[in-house]
């Protein structure tokens, strides 16, 4: 079933010019061609046709035009009572609606009007991060001591050191390169997007990289054709996603540690080691982490336990008694 010309257009223009990464496209696509689906029911009561056998290849800037407000808030709640959908699904419902209309409005002018300007976002629940303590960022570094393998210890130590004190993305580490390693002591990392930044390496990790690259097997022997690629599998091709995963859960579970730090967690942690020893305020530490908006770095600013039980403490008024005043 063909799709819409305006709904291929968009898609054309967030991964072209937007560079929205693909899944993010493969999820816009996924939510707008239920909406339109969902807007066909409504409007013309399609009740005898299966939802998924509705036909959109119709719908036009015209049939857009005539879609208002209530329409949009009556998508949202069908599929959350068809699909049971939580509040992050919802929101990402909500996102990609607006970010279609203001394509349709702002940008081509294909219609006289926006009522996705008003659409709310739902209320999201606030989760504070999960990250290692330093103990035990400390005692997942040590796993690699007792490795009789010189190639994976070396390589393993420099893959968590990267983690652990960069903060990079699983994506953005495997796709290091020996070039992405520059003479300054930074790291050109391409994030989200394919946007590009430059990551401060300290000098644990250059030490980390330096002891990996110099048992790091010549070009000869890397297979494919990949010769640029930093950090290696033992088949000599460049370490996939999903065996930087499988080290880190092995590594987790050597450390006695629970198993829902994961490669993700890693990030959690180098943000969160860096805000609570390091006095690096929120807008530094949204440019280390490669964030659009430092509304997503503030999740990793919480602070823990001991940090609100200091601080309450220190109040002025933290011994203050009435039987003092008398």
Same mark, same amino acid.
């Given at each position: 079933m063909d799709e819409p010309l305006i709904l291929t257009d968009f898609l054309n223009y967030i991964s072209s010019v937007k560079s929205l990464s693909k899944n993010t496209v493969k999820e816009y696509y996924y939510d707008l061609k239920n909406f339109l689906k969902f807007i066909r029911l409504r409007k013309e009561n399609l009740k005898n046709i299966a939802f998924d056998e509705i036909d959109i290849s119709m719908i036009d800037a015209d049939y857009i035009d005539k879609i208002n407000l209530q329409d949009l808030y009556a998508y949202i709640a069908f599929k959350d009572r068809v699909d049971n959908n939580g509040a992050a699904s919802k929101f990402r419902k909500v996102a990609?609606?607006?970010?279609?209309? $203001?394509?349709?409005?702002?940008?081509? $002018?294909?219609?006289?009007?926006?009522?996705?300007?008003?659409?709310?976002?739902?209320?999201?629940?606030? $989760?504070?991060?999960?990250y290692?303590?330093?103990?035990?960022?400390?005692?997942?570094?040590?796993?690699?001591?007792?490795?009789?393998?010189?190639?994976?210890?070396?390589?393993?130590?420099?893959?968590?050191?990267?983690?652990?004190?960069c903060g990079m993305r699983l994506s953005e580490l495997s796709g290091l390169n020996v070039s992405s390693i520059k003479d300054d002591n930074t790291a050109t990392?391409?994030?989200?997007?394919?946007?590009?930044?430059?990551?401060?390496?300290?000098?644990?990790?250059?030490?980390?990289?330096?002891?990996?690259?110099?048992i790091r097997p010549n070009d000869s022997l890397i297979a494919n054709g990949d010769k640029d690629a930093l950090f290696l599998s033992t088949r000599m091709n460049r370490i996939s996603n999903r065996a930087i995963q499988h080290m880190i859960e092995k590594r987790v579970k050597k450390a006695?540690?629970?198993d829902t730090y994961t490669v993700h967690k890693l990030r959690?942690?180098?943000?969160?080691?860096?805000?609570?020893?390091?006095?690096?305020?929120?807008?530094t530490l $949204?440019?280390?982490?490669?964030?659009?908006?430092?509304a997503t770095t503030q999740i990793y600013?919480?602070?823990?336990?001991?940090?609100?039980?200091?601080?309450?403490?220190?109040?002025?008024?933290?011994n203050f008694s009435l039987e003092d005043d008398e």
């Open positions: 990609s609606t607006k970010a279609f209309y $203001k394509y349709m409005y702002e940008k081509i $002018k294909a219609i006289s009007h926006n009522p996705a300007y008003e659409l709310e976002y739902p209320k999201l629940d606030k $989760k504070l991060p999960i290692l303590t330093l103990n035990d960022a400390m005692k997942l570094l040590d796993t690699v001591k007792d490795e009789s393998n010189v190639f994976l210890k070396k390589r393993d130590y420099a893959i968590m050191m990267m983690f652990l004190n990392i391409i994030g989200k997007g394919n946007k590009e930044r430059s990551v401060y390496l300290n000098e644990s990790t250059i030490e980390a990289l330096n002891e990996y690259l110099a006695g540690l629970p959690h942690t180098a943000a969160t080691l860096m805000y609570k020893y390091g006095n690096v305020d929120i807008l $949204k440019e280390v982490l490669g964030h659009s908006n430092v600013t919480h602070l823990d336990s001991e940090i609100i039980k200091e601080a309450t403490e220190k109040n002025p008024l933290s």
